[in-house]
Nanobody, 114 residues
Framework: QVLLVESGGGLVRPGGSLRLSCAAS????????MAWYRQAPGEQRGLVAN?????RKNYLDSVKGRFIISRDAKTVYLQMNSLKPEDTAVYYC??????????WGQGTQVTVSS
């Protein structure tokens, strides 16, 4: 079992930056992968970025070159630059154990608006 708590969301103007953090209740180095998803009103939750245990990263096409996923021993980060109104959503972090069990955080709201 692991608890995940996201933070760092908020209101930002277009072109601005935010860094989301996802603090885990224990070390995440034993997990197979970690990822950030987002869900905008009326839309399905979708993958934004993920990172494998070996460090391989994948990004949604629309955020490539603007977002960076990273981690340390107990936190997963999402650095978001050059934010656009269409990035507005609730952002969720998730980690996957080697067994395939997924854990999710409660989400943090990101609003990009002038």
């Amino acid at each position: 079992q692991v608890l995940l708590v996201e933070s760092g969301g908020g209101l930002v103007r277009p072109g601005g930056s935010l860094r989301l953090s996802c603090a885990a209740s224990r070390s995440i180095f034993s997990f197979n992968s970690m990822a950030w998803y987002r869900q905008a009103p009326g839309e399905q939750r979708g993958l934004v970025a993920n990172m494998s245990i070996g460090g391989r990263k994948n990004y949604l096409d629309s955020v490539k070159g603007r977002f960076i996923i990273s981690r340390d021993a107990k936190t997963v980060y999402l650095q978001m630059n050059s934010l656009k109104p269409e990035d507005t959503a609730v952002y969720y972090c998730t980690v996957r154990e080697l067994s395939g069990v997924d854990y999710w955080g409660q989400g943090t709201q990101v609003t990009v608006s002038s």
